[in-house]
Structure formats: C-alpha cells, structure tokens
C-alpha cells in the first residue's frame, strides 16, 4: 500500500474540476464564432493561469486575449 505524501494530498485537493476548461474552451469557441461572423481578422485565446494548467480549485478568473491580425494595428493606433 502506497503512502500517500503531504504534497500529493494537497495537490488533489486544489486540483480543479475538468468541466471547468470545457466550459471556458466552449465559451472560447463562441467567441471566435462571432468574431468570424462580424468578418474580423482576430482570435481569441485562453491566457494565465488556466492556459499554463497552473490554476487551483476555487480560482474562478479566466484571462481571456483577443489577438488581432497585424493590418490592423494601425486602425488601432489612430484610436489611441
């Protein structure tokens, strides 16, 4: 019988719920359809801790990016 260590004990209890990525990849997916839709040349990307699998259990901020194509860089310049 193996003993399970403190660290191994701790790490299964912060260890978050796999649902929880499904949904933030659906919620991605979603955001890309409608990025598509309006013709934008842009992507949307996870970030932080959930993109690096660092998050913990009961973290609940997602870092989400929205990646531009590059010929756009001067419309946004402009704005600025």
Do not use: H, N
Not at 38 to 52: E, F, H, N, Q, V
Request: proline share 1%; charged share 40%.
């Amino acid at each position: 019988m193996k003993k399970i260590t403190f660290l191994e004990k701790i790490k299964t209890e912060l260890k978050p719920d796999t649902s929880i990525i499904k949904k933030v990849d659906l919620f991605v997916k979603k955001i890309d359809e409608l990025i598509k839709k309006s013709k934008i040349k842009a992507k949307c990307t996870k970030g932080g801790s959930l993109a690096k699998g660092t998050f913990i259990k009961g973290d609940f901020d997602v870092d989400l990016f929205i990646k531009f194509d590059y010929s756009y860089k001067q419309k946004f310049r402009k704005r600025i």
